[in-house]
């Protein structure tokens, strides 16, 4: 690696996400490729968008970056040749479009390839006569589901005076400022206290639905509930967990869904990690804002048959981690650990120090786009979101909701042949009845 080519290095959060696509890859999977995809009622200017995609990379020519190691640490480098970005995908007129699209997605989201020649992110127009979505590739370390929206944001913004108001961070990532402000001898104290913490969720076996096959594919599900079922769930969701508490409810109704589809598979708790996100609010930062880490929703075994005990708890569990600034805690842990081998680093994250065994049930992300609810791109109107994840195995199974214009998208993300559609299918029908109070 010639170092005149450094465009940016990895920051420690940025090592956290590497090292999970490192376990990923491991498997013989892609990585930790991630997918967000928008639908859209008509198929937009296609030159214009391509000129809007073709301005975000001139803005922001991190994502025509090659991901390269040099010895222990990994860095953001010049390419000899820019990487093709912008694809489009028409569906054949005697194929159904529904699922042209999504083969294409689940194709593009299992594809090969070398982190070096991998782009950090690419744009995809899949249309046909009457359905069109805007699909949006990325490997995690070059943002979050965050950034993500702000990207959609940037490209539905016809105001070019707007559109210059989106930047990269100007200062040090935001782990490094916050672990600026603890003496050396608070870092100890909140090392230690974050390394309690997993210590305790240590102390109980992950419940794993996931049968011992070697991975193949990534396959998707993904369902859409009605506005009025949306409205029903919105305020079961502030009965049971408050108004903060939506991701809790989400999570507290996967796991009594997943007790339901196999209440002898072998294990001492529910064990579902959910991302903290440190960036300030309303940062406008697309690129490189990766701050976040992994708390733990864990519940016992036998606190699923009673859902207001299990709720309670959750809620219990999550203001404890806010009082002991949980949160917080990690940022030196996860300092430390970005100067670890991705195989130990990865190791580490994955299995419980106490059973040597996967330390998550299944994994969990909830997304609100509120911010483009009243978008348009190039005079399209945006009639839904999903996305999906690459993950690794066991759990081999992860849950991403969204919600966007009074609607709840399900993104079921399930790696073949541990599981399947029928099997998917089943896991569904039980989150409904849960999210439903039916």
């Known amino acids: 690696m010639n170092k005149s080519t450094i465009i940016q290095p990895l920051n420690p959060c940025d090592y956290f996400t590497l090292a999970m696509d490192e376990e990923i890859r491991k498997e013989g999977m892609p990585g930790s490729l991630c997918g967000f995809a928008i639908e859209l009622k008509q198929c937009p200017d296609i030159a214009a968008l391509k000129e809007r995609v073709a301005e975000f990379s001139q803005r922001f020519p991190l994502i025509l970056a090659s991901l390269q190691q040099h010895k222990n640490r990994f860095y953001w480098c010049q390419r000899e040749s820019e990487p093709q970005i912008f694809f489009q995908h028409k569906c054949p007129e005697a194929e159904n479009e529904a699922q042209f699209q999504q083969s294409v997605i689940e194709t593009l989201i ?173 940062a406008m930062s697309p690129l490189l804002g990766n701050q976040v880490g992994a708390l733990f929703a864990q519940a016992p075994r036998d606190l699923l048959d009673n859902r207001e005990a299990l709720f309670s708890h959750l809620k219990q569990q999550n203001a404890e981690v806010i009082r002991q600034q949980l949160d917080y805690a990690f940022l030196p842990v996860m300092w430390a650990a970005s100067w670890l081998s991705l195989e130990k680093h990865g190791e580490n994250l994955r299995n419980s120090y106490t059973h040597h065994t996967e330390r998550s049930s299944c994994l969990f992300s909830n997304v609100s786009l509120s911010d483009l609810s009243s978008q348009k791109l190039f005079g399209c109107e945006i009639t839904g979101f999903f996305h999906l994840c690459q993950l690794s195995s066991p759990p081999g199974l992860a849950l991403l909701t969204c919600h966007y214009q009074q609607q709840l998208t399900l993104s079921y993300n399930f790696i073949e042949p541990l599981f399947d559609k029928a099997w998917i299918e089943q896991l569904h029908g039980f989150m409904l009845q849960e999210l439903l109070a039916e």
């Open 110 to 282: 299992n594809e090969q390839q070398s982190r070096e020649q991998l782009a950090p992110l690419t744009f995809h127009l899949l249309y046909g006569e009457t359905k069109t979505v805007f699909f949006l590739r990325w490997i995690h370390p070059i943002c979050d589901a965050v950034g993500i929206g702000l990207i959609f944001q940037y490209l539905c913004t016809d105001n070019k005076e707007q559109r210059q108001l989106f930047d990269t961070p100007k200062s040090e990532p935001l782990i490094n400022l916050q672990l600026k402000k603890y003496s050396l001898w608070q870092k100890i104290k909140l090392f230690a206290k974050a390394h309690r913490y997993i210590s305790s969720v240590d102390k109980l076996r992950s419940i794993i639905q996931a049968q011992p096959l070697p991975p193949q594919r990534l396959k998707l599900s993904v369902y859409k509930l009605t506005e009025e079922q949306t409205q029903t769930v919105a305020v079961l969701a502030r009965q049971a967990t408050g108004l903060t508490g939506t991701s809790l409810y989400y999570i507290g109704c996967l796991m009594r869904a997943l007790e339901k589809m196999n209440p002898n598979q072998t294990g001492d708790a529910y064990c579902v990690p959910y991302a903290f996100n440190l960036r300030k609010q309303k």
